[in-house]
């Protein structure tokens, strides 16, 4: 075991034995943990309800597009049903766990990216969201799904109610690993993935919702995968502080002055902003993506713009929604989604389809993803 990877793991052993002794809070053996249902669940659950069962858990008031919303359990903690955030963009393929779909908030996803992407190039973790955004009535499925399996009083200690879900914020990632076998429990806390996360993740603007021991204030067990993104100036506030993140918050809304509560501004998402594809008869037409840009010629009739990549493509704007990296030519390159011809694993999202739309810089055209 490396040095970097023991100091880690005492990282975690410390932030563990720090949350077991806050003052006036207990450790629960049994602690619950919010997760998602799997699609197939989930669907059956849709299919199969009658009326409106959403409409029984009753409106919250909260507005979930400020980073620091406090959402929970308690009184004055719920979102409004119809919150969904303007931002939504598709997590990335090789973000996702295999065989998962995800959204965040364009500013959560592109730390997102910066987490992982630092994770697999220094230390060699694989570090995929396993459930991100879940809106007011998927978590309304979910919740009444464990009614159904367990009973309320299991549902209300293992699942949180449509609207108080942090996953309704799009902010938030249940993050999981190849090495845990794309799972997250409990036990995931003794790895070497998990110290990362706890000592790293705050850099990037994530943080840690449910620490250890805290199950009295959060109303949730430990869950060591959960990480909402607040921003980075807000993370590092609250690790100055030794603030866990629900005291944090809460003393945001109260408008304590000791503290800055820093509202990072919502990125501005573009549409279809340096889209890959175009016609193209020289690298130089290719120019507008920047200086790795290229013109595939080869097997491409009318030529076709692209840049070398390694596991994704820098496009995740408005209507074009994902690019995605192929192997080609001995090296990945980001193609369009609408490429669904030559490769059939790719293609528009539902309710989209591809059309031929003209770059932002009027340069050339490409095949998009626009709504249908």
Request: hydrophobic share 35%; aromatic share 8%.
């Amino acid at each position: 075991m490396t040095l970097r990877r023991l100091f880690f793991l005492l990282v975690l052993a410390f932030l563990i034995a720090c949350g077991a002794a806050e003052e006036g809070v207990e450790t629960t053996e049994a602690s619950g943990h919010d997760t998602e249902i799997d699609p197939e669940t989930l669907a059956a659950q849709e299919a199969k309800s009658d009326g409106d069962p959403c409409a029984t858990h009753g409106e919250g008031d909260i507005d979930g597009d400020p980073l620091l919303a406090l959402v929970n359990k308690h009184e004055g903690g719920q979102l409004k049903a119809a919150y969904s955030p303007a931002d939504l963009l598709p997590i990335p393929p090789d973000q996702m766990m295999p065989g998962r779909k995800g959204q965040m908030r364009a500013g959560a996803l592109a730390a997102l990216e910066q987490l992982t992407g630092e994770a697999l190039a220094v230390e060699g973790f694989d570090l995929r969201a396993r459930s991100a955004y879940r809106g007011f009535r998927e978590q309304c499925f979910t919740f009444n799904y464990w009614v159904e399996q367990k009973g309320v009083d299991h549902a209300d200690r293992f699942s949180a109610r449509p609207g108080r879900s942090q996953h309704q914020l799009g902010t938030t990632v249940d993050l999981t690993a190849e090495s845990w076998g794309w799972k997250i429990e409990p036990e995931v806390a003794t790895t070497v993935e998990a110290a990362w996360l706890a000592g790293n993740a705050g850099r990037f603007g994530f943080a840690l919702s449910y620490p250890d021991g805290a199950e009295a204030i959060t109303g949730y067990g430990f869950e060591p995968w959960h990480y909402r993104y607040i921003g980075v100036d807000a993370a590092a506030e609250m690790e100055r502080e030794e603030l866990i993140l629900e005291a944090y918050l809460s003393r945001c809304r109260e408008g304590d002055t000791k503290l800055e509560c820093s509202h990072e501004p919502a990125p501005e998402v573009p549409v279809n902003h340096h889209f890959i594809g175009g016609a193209c008869e020289s690298d130089d037409a290719c120019v507008s993506l920047g200086e790795s840009a290229r013109c595939l010629t080869t097997d491409h009739p009318g030529g076709h713009c692209t840049i070398p990549c390694e596991r994704g493509c820098p496009d995740r704007a408005g209507n074009n929604m994902l690019t995605f990296c192929a192997g080609e030519a001995g090296a990945g390159l980001c193609r369009s989604q609408c490429d669904h011809n030559r490769f059939p694993d790719a293609g528009c999202r539902e309710g989209y389809a591809c059309a031929e739309r003209e770059r932002p810089d009027k340069s050339r055209r490409a095949a998009v993803c626009v709504p249908e």
